[in-house]
């Protein structure tokens, strides 16, 4: 048994360039297992790298922009009138107008 670990006495034999071949084999079967079976995707079904902008569009839809969230809140009932108008005005100072707003 200790001629087939140390070869002729001298240090390992050549056995020992299998452990990096078996290692190789088994992370190159589990990246393609991974990437197979799809579970390497997020949910919009494509890769990182289309979601990341590399491939495709972005994986979320866009952010909608403060006048929007403004008329949500106030078509929710969530703020009067009033502070629609405050806040609104207080957009328009900081951004500027809505283009087809006025």
């Not at 070869?7 to 360039?17: A, F």
């Amino acid at each position: 048994m200790n001629t087939l670990a140390f070869g002729d006495g001298h240090g390992p034999g050549p056995w020992i360039l299998l452990f990096p071949l078996i290692w190789a084999a088994v992370v190159v079967g589990t990246v393609a297992l991974v990437r197979r079976t799809g579970l390497w995707r997020g949910p919009s079904g494509h890769g990182p790298r289309y979601a990341a902008g590399r491939g495709g569009p972005a994986a979320g839809p866009a952010a909608p922009s403060p006048v929007e969230l403004l008329g949500r809140r106030f078509a929710a009932g969530e703020i009067d009138e009033d502070e629609y108008w405050r806040r609104l005005s207080v957009l328009d100072e900081r951004f500027g107008p809505v283009e087809g707003r006025r």
